[in-house]
Antibody, heavy 116, light 107 residues
Framework: QIQLVQSGPEVKKPGESVKISCKASGYTFTQAGMQWLKQAQGKSLKWMGWINTNTGKTTYAADFTGRFVFSLETSASTAYLQITNLKNEDMATYFC?????????WGQGVMVTVSS | DIQMTQSPASLSASLGETVTIECLASEDIYSNLAWYQQKPGKSPQLLIYDASSLQDGVPSRFSGSESGTQYSLEINSLQSEDAATYFCQQHHDYPFTFGSGTKLEIK
């Protein structure tokens, strides 16, 4: 069955970096794009952007340029989200989700806590 | 950016009832709309795509429709497991945007 399994929760200090993984299984990794979403506690979902798993081309939402990087390790069917220079407002749960348009499979989410 | 105005923010309904959740797009999104269900502590699950197509495995009591830029999710014969927060998402144009969510309580 199709699964997206993300890495575990993270606790970081402001200014540090975090790299979240999203390992796909049960389908051909390159057959669908991978999107990234942010959800602060009690809030709606915010689309961060997506990465074309065929070409590696990335598209970022305006609020997620500069400190946010999507990458791939295609041989391992894994997508990554790296956030540098963490800020308090980055504290949230981050989801990867499969799809070029609608999102049919989601990872379980990674809670990132930013605290000094 | 395309704004998705979702209503109501919350609603409470009894078992067996029918409820409707709506999303109004700020411009034409040409049926490029999905609906998701999210339960506490879980990731969202796709219910409806292309405004009215039922995702595989989703009960037929869920249905989607559209009228102009207004999109609706109807849930018939409410079950206890339908208690959740529901979101709409437009995927017509970047950045993809979500509604603010509707929290459904089952009495």
């Amino acid at each position: 069955q199709i699964q997206l399994v993300q890495s575990g929760p993270e606790v970081k200090k402001p200014g540090e970096s975090v790299k979240i993984s999203c390992k796909a299984s049960g389908y051909t990794f390159t057959q669908a794009g991978m999107q990234w979403l942010k959800q602060a506690q009690g809030k709606s979902l915010k689309w961060m952007g997506w990465i074309n798993t065929n070409t590696g081309k990335t598209t970022y939402a305006a609020d997620f340029t500069g400190r946010f990087v999507f990458s791939l390790e295609t041989s391992a069917s894994t997508a990554y989200l790296q956030i540098t220079n963490l800020k308090n407002e980055d504290m949230a749960t981050y989801f990867c989700a499969r799809g070029d348009w609608e999102l049919d499979y989601w990872g379980q989410g990674v809670m990132v806590t930013v605290s000094s | 950016d395309i704004q998705m105005t979702q209503s109501p923010a919350s609603l409470s309904a009894s078992l067996g009832e029918t409820v409707t959740i709506e999303c109004l797009a700020s411009e034409d999104i040409y049926s490029n709309l999905a609906w998701y269900q999210q339960k506490p502590g879980k990731s969202p699950q796709l219910l409806i795509y292309d405004a009215s197509s039922l995702q595989d495995g989703v009960p037929s009591r869920f249905s989607g429709s559209e009228s102009g830029t207004q999109y609706s999710l109807e849930i018939n014969s409410l079950q206890s497991e339908d208690a959740a927060t529901y979101f709409c998402q437009q995927h017509h144009d970047y950045p993809f945007t979500f509604g603010s969510g509707t929290k459904l309580e089952i009495k």
